[in-house]
């Protein structure tokens, strides 16, 4: 997501930083990244050197207008961020997030700027999909919602606004959804290909939700289930276990070769 959201970025004409712990990990984003722009450069995209020469890979956080924050989907990691980012930052910098499910006001909470940190939701794959999610904790002042509703259309996107209730609007439907699918498949109802077949085709679904939710991170779906579980109090959000059996064994979807699916 950290390499889509950068990619867009750069593309509307801004410059870049992007930063991964793992070593390895922007090369990875950088390789996506261009075979993605190479693409849409056939359908008269911009040219992907010129729109790579605006990222560069930084050894951490570094002054900047805004952080876009796409780390993996856990509370306490995105709060140490917005912990550092907080004092790297110059003071009027926006602090966004892209989490799909952890409390924006959790992350606000952690900064002495709270009313400049906001919600900036991406879909996945972000350079395709039109819309961001913009979710205003209770601290996110107008100006900050207003400035990430202005930079979404510049970059090309469809913004929607949602405040800060478990699972925003997108995952505290899309999730159930996924979660059902996968106890569909528990419980032996059906196999993965008739379960994403009864939704593409009698749903008018682009892709089934198993398939959505390999491309997703099975991981990535259990942690939100988690927020949604938690944040509501009611078992009918509890993450199905054949769900978290995939992600025990490693199976994660798409990003690691294997989850409802095998990639090759
Ligand atoms: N996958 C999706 O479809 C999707 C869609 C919308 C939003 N999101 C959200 O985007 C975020 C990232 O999701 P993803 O699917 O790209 O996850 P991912 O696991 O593919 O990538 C997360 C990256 O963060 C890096 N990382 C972890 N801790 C870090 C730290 N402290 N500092 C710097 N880098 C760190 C990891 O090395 C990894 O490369 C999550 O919050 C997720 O909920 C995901």
Redesign the pocket.
């Known amino acids: 997501?950290?390499?889509?959201i950068a990619q867009v970025v750069a593309a509307s004409g801004r410059r870049v930083s992007l930063?991964?712990?793992?070593a390895g990990?922007v090369e990875r984003?950088l390789g996506t990244m261009r075979r993605s722009l190479e693409k849409l450069a056939e359908k008269g995209g911009a040219e992907p050197d010129e729109v790579l020469a605006r990222v560069s890979e930084v050894d951490g956080l570094v002054p900047a207008d805004l952080m876009i924050?796409?780390?993996?989907?856990?509370a306490e990691?995105?709060q140490?961020?917005f912990r550092r980012a907080d004092e790297t930052l110059p003071p009027e910098a926006i602090l966004a997030?892209?989490?799909?499910?952890?409390p924006i006001t959790s992350l606000a909470a952690v900064t002495a700027r709270p009313e400049r940190v906001v919600g900036m939701?991406?879909?996945?794959p972000?350079p395709v999909l039109k819309l961001v999610e913009v979710v205003r904790a209770v601290q996110t002042s107008d100006e900050t919602a207003a400035a990430i509703v202005a930079l979404a259309e510049q970059l090309g996107k469809v913004p929607a606004e949602a405040r800060d209730f478990p699972g925003f609007v997108?995952n505290r439907i899309l999730m159930p959804f996924v979660n059902e699918a996968a106890y569909a498949l528990m419980e032996g109802v059906a196999e993965p290909d008739a379960i994403d077949t009864i939704a593409k085709l009698g749903f008018a679904h682009p892709m089934g939700p198993l398939a959505l939710a390999d491309?997703?991170?099975l991981?990535?779906c259990v942690?939100?289930m988690e927020v949604l579980h938690e944040g509501f109090g009611d078992p009918k959000y509890a993450p199905c276990p054949l769900l978290r059996q995939y992600v025990a064994a490693g199976r994660?979807g798409r990003?690691s070769g294997r989850g409802f699916y095998e990639y090759a």
């Open positions: 997501m950290g390499g889509g930063h991964d712990e793992v990990a984003a924050e796409a780390v993996v989907e856990d990691v995105k140490g961020l997030s892209n989490t799909s499910s952890i939701h991406f879909f996945n972000v997108s491309l997703i991170g991981d990535t942690a939100i994660l990003k």
